[in-house]
């Protein structure tokens, strides 16, 4: 990766992209953030005790490949999917964006991010990470190539499952 | 009379359990005493400590605990408490130490437990003994190929014995491995559950949940080309013939024939074509190693062990061992493993991870509902004191073998809990 390519991406056309698919999550608009993956887009959450591992080698929390994905969202639009029945409110803030390379169309993006998750009787759970983009570049936008997400928690403890897309 | 929990009527094929069970602080003070220090409870598996050094902080029954492989490669396990004040000697979760340093005054234990350095120590009189100040252990420390437990009662009677006949299912799972080596995976699935401890073990074999929990997992299966036919056989709840199996001490197990694919070795079309051929060959060689029967018995049947109280191995579309320990009476902390063969190839090692994850774990596509079905019934029990009674009658009629979706096996449990807790402790 080098970072001299960085003229064609700029920190502010990356933000713009975050935001826009932090609100489609927020506003369950899941059908249409489907829109922003490509074709071969993998969505990973590596364990906590783990971050670095691999999901071939370590048991992630979440390991999708783009199949993966769609039946995921197909799972929790249904309103048998317990876990999201009533649906959690969420508002996440996605901040400290970073561009940290660039190889021909995908730039690798790194964000901090917390998500506030409700649920029933008022609980309220924290997610609080980072995530690491692959965004191949789409015209005046970008497409999701990846979306890994990395929760700092040593544990998920208190968070208990994670049936929202993060 | 001791007080009893339940209404076991035989006769008339009634068995009731009172709500209490899962909302009183005292009764939770009282499983401490007579459950949990009573049993064997699992530790870990050697599997986890490859390296002479290597060690893992948990709490296992409460108890902050070093599991950790000395310098002579034995697994011990210490109570994570330093002789002197008592502060935890050890702050990581993992690693690899030929020592632990107390860091409140300097006190160095080695990894076999002993007291090795007190800085200081001329300050003390000669009745001032290291050889009686090594780390605490608990009372028993006893392994069954690998899967170490522990137990607080010195009187307990030995592992294999507590065990009973639930070894002939360990040996099952472990049969899928070549060389009789199964092994715990890289990645801790850790999550809290609000609700009490008992109901996890209920649901870890409760297979008449299944449609209606997990309709969206049906769905989901139905989508990816693996049609999971609903029952031909009258009186069934899930497509294929299951039971539920009493193996003693309070421990049981489901045994069904699969219907949704296994990694060892039941191919279905959610593992693509690509792993037909080798899934092909892993069933051979179970049928070369252990006859066709064995073979077929490893290969196309599921068990969820329960492994009285709060162990589970679960063998279905993976293998998973999963414990969890009560923290208040409306909370559980869950921890839950991979397990697999040693031996397995890279391409068969990332079919069972990536199986284990379209049913099991947080972001799977089964426990999420699980964890919110166990979540509701907490939630509902606030009602326990004008709404007592737990109806869990289902199948009591059955005379012989006991289905899996009846609630035999969680009677079983539930006998087992209330005569320990009528015991003296």
């Known amino acids: ?166 | 009379m001791p007080r009893s929990y339940v209404v076991d009527d035989q006769e008339k094929g009634v068995f009731l359990l009172d709500r209490e069970v899962h909302v009183s602080e005292e009764v939770l003070r009282e499983e401490m005493r007579k459950i949990f220090a009573k049993c064997w409870i699992y530790v870990g598996h050697g599997s986890e400590l490859k390296k002479p050094g290597d060690f893992l902080t948990r709490r296992v029954a409460g108890r902050p605990v070093i599991f950790t492989r000395d310098q002579k490669g034995e697994v011990q396990c210490h109570f994570n408490t330093c002789r002197h004040r008592g502060a935890l000697v050890c702050a990581d979760r993992a690693g690899n130490a030929r020592r632990f340093f107390c860091v409140y005054h300097g006190w160095i234990y080695g990894n076999d437990g002993k007291l090795q350095r007190v800085p200081g120590d001329e300050a003390y009189t000669a009745a001032f003994d290291k050889d009686t100040l090594a780390l605490k252990k608990p009372a028993k420390f006893e392994n069954y190929r690998d899967f170490w437990f522990m137990s607080l009662d010195p009187e307990i009677v030995p592992l294999t014995e507590y065990l009973g006949r639930t070894t002939e299912y360990i040996d099952l799972v472990i049969d899928q491995s070549p060389s009789g080596k199964m092994e715990i995976l890289p990645g801790t699935q850790e999550y809290d559950v609000g609700a009490n401890w008992k109901l996890m073990v209920e649901n870890s074999v409760d297979d008449y949940h299944l449609p209606s929990t997990h309709a969206t997992w049906l769905n989901f299966m139905a989508n990816s080309g693996v049609k999971v036919e609903p029952p031909k056989e009258k009186g069934l709840v899930l497509p294929t013939k299951g039971y539920a199996v009493d193996l003693g001490n309070g421990h049981f197990t489901t045994d069904n024939v699969n219907f949704r694919g296994r990694p060892v070795a039941a191919w279905i079309s959610l593992y693509g074509e690509e792993a037909k051929q080798e899934i092909a060959d892993i069933k051979a060689e179970l049928v070369e190693r252990l006859g066709e029967e064995r073979a077929n018995r490893v290969a196309h049947t599921n068990r969820n062990l329960v492994i009285f109280p709060n162990l589970v191995i679960n063998d279905g579309s993976s293998v998973t061992v999963r414990t969890f320990y009560p923290e208040g009476v409306g909370k559980m902390h869950v921890t839950a493993w991979a397990l697999g063969p040693v031996e397995e190839s890279e391409n068969a090692r990332a079919r069972r991870l990536d199986a284990f994850l379209t049913f099991y774990g947080p972001g799977g596509f089964a426990t999420p509902d699980d964890v919110e079905a166990l979540e509701l019934v907490q939630q509902g029990l606030a009602n326990w004191s004008d709404d007592r009674w737990s109806e869990m009658s289902r199948g009591m009629g059955r005379e012989g073998e006991q289905l899996n979706s009846d609630e035999h096996h969680l009677r079983i449990f539930w006998r087992h809990w209330n005569d320990m807790m009528g015991a003296e402790a």
Not at chain 1, 10 to 25: C, G, K, M, P
Not at chain 1, 31 to 36: G, H, M, R, S
């Open chain 1, 1 to 166: 990766m080098t970072l001299h390519a960085t003229q064609t991406v700029t920190r502010a056309e990356v933000e713009d992209f975050l935001f826009h698919e932090a609100a489609l999550l927020d506003e369950w608009k899941l059908d249409e953030w489907q829109t922003l993956l490509t074709d071969d887009a993998t969505y990973m959450i590596p364990p906590n005790d783990d971050l670095d591992g691999s999901h071939r080698s370590s048991l992630f929390i979440i390991a999708d490949d783009r199949e993966r994905i769609r039946q995921r969202i197909i799972r929790v639009l249904d309103p048998n999917c317990h876990a999201e029945h009533p649906k959690s409110r969420t508002q996440r803030i996605v901040g400290n964006v970073r561009l940290l390379g660039q190889e021909d169309d995908i730039t690798t993006v790194a964000a901090n991010f917390i998500c506030y998750r409700y649920r029933r009787y008022e609980r309220v759970g924290q997610y609080v990470g980072n995530y690491r983009y692959l965004l191949k570049r789409n015209g005046a936008s970008f497409l999701i190539r990846e979306k890994r997400v990395f929760i700092q928690a040593h544990e998920l403890g208190q968070l208990g499952s994670v049936s929202i897309i993060l």
